[in-house]
T-cell receptor, first 116, second 110 residues
Framework: DAGVIQSPRHEVTEMGQEVTLRCKPISGHNSLFWYRQTMMRGLELLIY????????DSGMPEDRFSAKMPNASFSTLKIQPSEPRDSAVYFC??????????????FGPGTRLTVL | DQQVKQNSPSLSVQEGRISILNCDYT??????FLWYKKYPAEGPTFLIS?????DKNEDGRFTVFLNKSAKHLSLHIVPSQPGDSAVYFC?????????FGSGTRLLVRP
């Protein structure tokens, strides 16, 4: 089992550029989560998909952020235009069931984004 | 408004001794609590969880205790090993949503 796969692992870009982060969840998992980790705010949930449908996007900071899940094995998080304050580590996680606090979420290795 | 707090940013213990990591929460509606461990340049990995209807869950060297009246949980690691050195996050779950604490960096000295 390859686990959750994220790409790229590191991204350095200039302010104003579009950034696309990619995630492949664990096969068979029907829930997918995008998180952002910063020093100031810690780990925070950005968006939650269930069966490829966005269920909760209340954590998406602003309209510059968008996420898609075109199929069960792929999701993207896009920032357009990027700003220096978007610099953070972005994690994708998946879990096998729709909702149950007791079910663990499996995290990918993260993408470290630096916006200059 | 932090719903989950880990007030100790770091902890250092001697190998073989007990490590105790603490976590406080404010919302009594959480139904599960989880602990994750994170190594540098890796994503968090699940360690152990506890239902809100229980007060203890044990898995090998790891035990989580829940005190609902105090809205407090703790993770005990005994005996501590150098490989346990990592950042530990507690998380509170309500349905699908996990709310994480800020983490405690544990260093186990050989």
């Amino acid at each position: 089992d390859a686990g959750v796969i994220q790409s790229p692992r590191h991204e350095v870009t200039e302010m104003g550029q579009e950034v696309t982060l990619r995630c492949k969840p664990i096969s068979g998992h029907n829930s997918l989560f995008w998180y952002r980790q910063t020093m100031m705010r810690g780990l925070e949930l950005l968006i939650y998909f269930n069966n490829n449908v966005p269920i909760d996007d209340s954590g998406m900071p602003e309209d510059r952020f968008s996420a898609k899940m075109p199929n069960a094995s792929f999701s993207t998080l896009k920032i357009q235009p990027s700003e220096p304050r978007d610099s953070a580590v972005y994690f994708c996680a998946s879990s096998p069931t729709e909702s149950s606090g007791g079910n663990e979420q499996f995290f990918g290795p993260g993408t470290r984004l630096t916006v200059l | 408004d932090q719903q989950v707090k880990q007030n100790s940013p770091s902890l250092s213990v001697q190998e073989g001794r007990i490590s105790i990591l603490n976590c406080d929460y404010t919302n009594s509606m959480f139904d599960y609590f989880l602990w994750y461990k994170k190594y540098p340049a890796e994503g968090p990995t699940f360690l152990i969880s506890i239902s809100s209807i229980k007060d203890k869950n044990e898995d090998g060297r790891f035990t989580v205790f829940l005190n609902k009246s105090a809205k407090h949980l703790s993770l005990h690691i005994v005996p501590s090993q150098p490989g346990d050195s990592a950042v530990y996050f507690c998380a509170a779950a309500s349905s699908y949503k996990l709310i994480f604490g800020s983490g405690t960096r544990l260093l186990v000295r050989p």
